[in-house]
């Protein structure tokens, strides 16, 4: 019986002839010997059994070290909450609330990310981007309402619907004058 020969071997590589294959009794290069390589399991770069990372956990070819993302639910949350901000900022609850929570999920999985903990920085970054989006419309919105309620205009709008009393005859009469004074 022969012994197994490798395919990828060199010719003459690990045999004193220079010949290829290797015969039986040629050392194995990788395994001890003098050719180069490092016994297995020492903590020397070496040639490696298939299947065995190299040492120092990289990748192979001078590639980084696979990441590990197992902690990437703070960066989905942020982005699904920024969503959801955006979307209901015309509500101010919900876009002062949701923005909030988006921009804290967001820097809190951001830094998750920095730290090497996840792989979903683009996400956490996109969820604090639409949370604060969220929170501004809102704010404006707010800014707004206010100003308009405070204005002559809105003023004499409260005025004539307090007077109405709920008659929605007069309700209606109060939307037209309001109409009126915006137009002019």
Known sequence: MTAPQD???TPGEGSPSGG???????????????????????????PQPYGEPPPGGGGGFGAPPPRTGGRNGLGVA????GLLALLTSITVVGGILLGLLAIV?????????????????????AGIILG???????????????????????????????SAAGNQAAINQCRAELEDDLTR
């Open 105 to 125: 999920l967001g820097i809190v999985g951001r830094g998750r990310a920095k730290r090497g903990e996840a792989n979903n920085g683009g996400m956490a970054l």
């Open 78 to 81: 942020a982005l699904i909450l």
């Open 7 to 9: 395919p990828f071997r």
């Open 20 to 46: 290829y294959p290797a015969q039986p009794g040629d050392p194995t290069p990788g395994y001890g010997d003098s050719s180069g390589g490092a016994p297995y399991g020492s903590a020397q770069p070496g």
């Open 132 to 162: 604060l989006l969220g929170l501004l419309i809102a704010g404006a919105l707010i800014a707004v309402g206010v100003s308009v309620f405070n204005s002559d205009t809105g003023k004499k709008l409260q005025d004539c619907i307090e």
